[in-house]
């Protein structure tokens, strides 16, 4: 396997550059030139810190799946919107930049985020083709577009479900009610935002189910194809849902949830 780190610098960091870890499955002789799809994973945490719950253990079920996967320390809190969207169109870019070093299908390059990482997935996925964002890091809108996005547990929505805290930490304390409304997502789906994988718990009291309803009733008025998975039961936060994301958080331990990862995998091969 070919691990690497590399550093990303957009405008606008405030405490230094973002890392992207590549997690690059070896060739073999009997798929030698195989080119496979790539999931970059990021996690959750509010916008303030990057959960290490929803991070390499990710990392390891995705790259099981036979997928080359890399993990996006972004930018948090002091940093502000859009750096840490900057930096993830980055990271994008550089993966089909070196798609054909690293055997990579550059029409299967998905984004994996959770919670408030779902937010910023899913905000590449909003705005990639806006002049802003592709401009403000010199690359063409095509070569930042994602080819998917799996979003557990999104914070999407700053209306009425809003998880305040993502909001706080992504704008600051200031932010005015338009500011708020230029990242609730659900109000800015267009027809050219790539299909989604979402998952949720009805009793998320954290970030309410109504943020993945909302961006789903979205996708469907832009007719946008997606797969929405509401488990009953479990609350905020359970990455895989097992005891080895768990760690002394047993309420953490919910098994109704864990067939969420392979799910995602049967939608990526759909894809």
């Known amino acids: 396997m070919n691990l690497e780190k590399i550093e990303i610098s957009v405008p606008g960091q405030v405490s230094g550059a973002a890392v992207l870890h590549t997690y690059l ?3 073999i002789s009997v798929a030698e030139n195989r080119k496979r799809p790539a999931v ?3 996690a959750g945490g509010g916008y303030r810190i990057c959960s290490d719950r929803e991070s390499e253990p990710i990392v390891t079920q995705f790259l ?27 990271a994008v870019a550089q993966i089909r930049e070196h798609s054909e070093a690293w055997c990579v299908d550059p029409d299967k390059i998905l984004l994996c985020g959770f919670s408030a990482a779902g937010h910023l997935c899913c905000s590449l996925g909003v705005f990639w ?28 929505s700053s209306g009425e479900f809003a998880h305040k805290n993502s909001f706080l930490h992504l704008l600051g304390e200031h932010a005015t009610e338009e500011e708020k409304k230029r990242v609730s997502l659900e109000l800015h789906v267009g027809k050219d935002m790539p299909p989604a994988f979402i998952w949720h718990t009805y009793t998320d009291e954290t970030v309410p189910v109504e943020n993945s309803l909302l961006l789903a009733m979205a996708m469907r008025r832009q007719d946008i194809r997606f797969e929405l998975h509401i488990y ?7 990455s895989l849902a097992s005891e080895e994301t ?8 919910v098994p109704v949830c864990r067939s969420w990862i392979s799910l995602a ?4 091969e759909g894809l």
């Not at 099981?64 to 980055?90: I, K, W």
């Open 265 to 268: 995998k049967t939608w990526i």
């Open 64 to 90: 099981a799946m036979g997928y080359h996967s890399f993990l996006l320390e972004y930018s948090v809190d002091p940093n502000r919107f859009p750096t840490s969207l900057l930096e993830l169109a980055c």
């Open 232 to 238: 009953p039961i479990g609350g905020h936060g359970l």
């Open 25 to 27: 499955l070896d060739r």
């Open 129 to 156: 083709n806006q002049e802003w964002v592709y401009e403000a890091i010199g690359k063409r809108p095509e070569m930042i577009r994602p080819n998917g996005m799996i979003l557990a547990y999104p914070v999407v």
């Open 40 to 42: 970059i994973v990021c």
């Open 246 to 253: 768990a760690g002394e958080q047993a309420e953490l331990i």
